[in-house]
C-alpha cells in the first residue's frame, strides 16, 4: 500500500506524506485492488489539500476508507424499486479460440457491428463461440480491430514486456505532465468548503475512467458539463458516473454544434478527453487548436494503450487493457482457474479517472497538459505485487445510510463517500441524470 501511494504522489509532484486507510479486508483478487484504489482516492484528495493549503495556508487532513473505496470501485448506487441496466452486451465477452483466448468488446453498436463483419451475425454467446473456435487469437484481434472494433488476446504479463506496445507503454512515465507556457491562469474563486467552486469542466469522456474524474471534481464544487454525440449511450454505467454534472448533446461534425462547443471551451478551465488520441486531431481539434480557443486551458487526457508505440491510437477498454496487459492471464493462474480471471472490478478505469483528477487539480494556477493511460496503470498495479485473502466485510445499513438520492430512475442510496477531507465535504449538488439531459452552456 505505502509504496502505491508513494509511487503515485512522486508521478503527481505530490509530499510524500502518510495518508490513513481505515477499516480492513480487501477485493480478493490476484493483484492488490483495493490498496490501488485507497491509493488513487488519496491522491486525489491530496491534491485537493494542497491547494487548499497553497490558497489558505491551511493544510486538511485525510483519510481513506478500504471498504468503501472498494466499493466505489464496483459501484456507489444502490438502486431503489429499480434496476441499473447489464453493463455489457449479450455477446460481450471472453472466448476460447484455436490456441488460447481472446476477449470481444461490443457494448457499443457500431463495436458490434465490427466484429460481426468479421465473423457474421451472432444472435446469442453459443453462437459467437462456435465462430470464434474457428480463429487463432493473434488473426482475429488483428481482424476485428482493422474492422474498427474492439479485440484484445490474452497474453501473459511476460508475453507483454516483450510486445513493442508493452514495450512502449511501459517506457511511459505513470502520469504525462507538459506546460504551455501560459501565463493566463485565474484567480482562485473557491473556498475550504467548496475548493473547485468557480471552476468550468468541459467533459468529453465516456465508459469510465474520465467520467470518475470529472464526478470527483463535481463533489469538490466544480462545474461540470459533460458533451456527448447525438446517438450515444451508456445505460449501464450513466446512474454511476452522472452524479453532480449537466449533460448535454452535441455533433462535432455540424457546423452550429461546432460553434456551440468552441464558445464552450473559450469558457472552460479544465478540458477532460478520452477519445483516441488522433480523434480530435481528425475534427479539427488538436492541442494546438485547442491552446489557440482557450488560452491557460488545463488539458487532461487519456487513452487505453499509451502515448508511444504501434497501439497509441487504437480502441480498448479496461477490459480488453487486463486481457493485452497480463493481469487475467495472472488471475488464471492465481485462482487456478480455466479460462480468464479478470479484476473483481474496473480498477484500471477508477484508478486513471483518480488519477486524472488529481492531475486536473494540480495544474490549477498553472496551466499545462496531463496525459494517462489505461495500459500504463496496469503496469503499476501488476508491478507492487499480488493481493490479499483477508475477505471484505460485506455492507450493512450504516454504508447506505448517507443519502437518497432522487435520481429520473427513481430513488436510490449513495454509500458513503470513502475520502474524507477534513473541512471539505465531498458532495454533489446535483443528482445523477439522463445524458443529453441539459442544454449545452455554462451555468
Not at 337 to 348: E, I, R, S
Not at 376 to 405: C, F, N, S, V, Y
Request: charged letters at 20%; hydrophobic letters at 45%; one cysteine or more.
Amino acid at each position: 500500500m505505502t509504496d502505491l501511494l508513494t509511487s503515485i504522489q512522486a508521478a503527481l509532484g505530490l509530499p510524500h506524506t502518510p495518508i490513513p486507510f481505515t477499516s480492513s479486508g480487501a477485493l480478493p483478487s490476484a493483484f492488490a485492488v483495493t490498496d490501488l484504489a485507497c491509493a488513487s482516492i488519496a491522491a486525489a484528495g491530496q491534491a485537493a489539500s494542497e491547494l487548499l493549503h497553497q490558497q489558505t495556508g491551511r493544510l486538511p487532513t485525510l483519510e481513506v476508507d478500504r471498504r468503501l473505496a472498494s466499493f466505489w470501485f464496483a459501484t456507489s448506487i444502490r438502486p431503489m424499486g429499480w434496476s441499473v441496466p447489464p453493463l455489457w452486451d449479450p455477446v460481450a465477452g471472453d472466448y476460447a479460440t484455436k490456441d488460447g483466448w481472446i476477449r470481444l468488446h461490443t457494448n457499443a453498436p457500431h463495436h458490434r457491428a465490427a466484429a460481426e463483419s468479421v465473423l457474421g451475425a451472432c444472435t446469442d454467446r453459443a453462437a459467437m463461440a462456435s465462430k470464434v473456435a474457428q480463429w487463432a487469437k493473434s488473426d482475429l484481434e488483428q481482424a476485428v480491430v482493422a474492422a474498427d472494433g474492439c479485440a484484445a488476446e490474452m497474453r501473459s504479463w511476460k508475453q507483454w514486456q516483450a510486445h513493442p506496445q508493452g514495450q512502449a507503454v511501459n517506457a511511459e512515465p505513470l502520469i504525462q505532465f507538459s506546460a504551455d507556457g501560459s501565463q493566463n491562469a485565474k484567480p482562485w474563486q473557491g473556498s475550504v468548503a467548496q475548493p473547485l467552486a468557480g471552476i468550468k469542466v468541459l467533459d468529453l469522456t465516456r465508459v469510465l475512467a474520465g467520467p470518475i474524474a470529472s464526478r470527483f471534481l463535481a463533489g469538490l464544487g466544480a462545474d461540470v458539463l459533460r458533451i456527448d454525440p447525438p446517438t450515444w449511450n451508456e445505460p449501464g454505467v450513466v446512474p454511476e458516473v452522472t452524479l453532480g454534472k449537466r449533460c448535454a448533446r452535441l455533433d462535432l461534425h455540424d457546423k452550429t454544434d461546432r460553434a456551440v462547443f468552441e464558445s464552450l471551451l473559450k469558457d472552460a478551465d479544465i478540458l477532460l478527453h478520452g477519445y483516441r488520441a488522433d480523434a480530435l486531431e481528425r475534427l479539427g481539434y488538436g492541442i494546438a487548436q485547442r491552446q489557440a480557443l482557450a488560452p491557460g486551458l488545463i488539458d487532461v487526457c487519456l487513452n487505453a494503450y499509451g502515448w508511444s508505440g504501434p497501439w497509441q491510437n487504437r480502441r480498448g477498454f479496461d477490459s480488453l487493457v487486463q486481457m493485452s496487459s497480463g493481469i487475467a492471464d495472472a488471475g488464471m493462474h492465481w485462482k487456478k482457474a480455466d479460462k480468464p480471471t479478470p479484476l473483481p472490478v474496473q480498477a484500471l478505469d477508477h484508478a486513471t479517472g483518480y488519477l486524472m483528477a488529481a492531475s486536473a487539480i494540480k495544474l490549477l494556477g498553472h496551466g499545462g497538459s496531463a496525459r494517462l493511460s489505461l495500459a500504463r496503470t496496469a503496469k503499476l498495479l501488476i508491478e507492487h505485487g499480488a493481493g490479499t485473502t483477508e475477505p471484505l466485510r460485506a455492507e450493512d445499513d450504516h454504508d447506505q445510510g448517507m443519502l437518497i438520492e432522487q435520481t429520473p430512475w427513481g430513488p436510490a442510496h449513495r454509500l458513503q463517500v470513502p475520502l474524507k477531507i477534513t473541512g471539505t465535504p465531498l458532495q454533489w449538488a446535483l443528482p445523477a441524470g439522463e445524458l443529453g439531459a441539459h442544454r449545452a452552456q455554462w451555468w
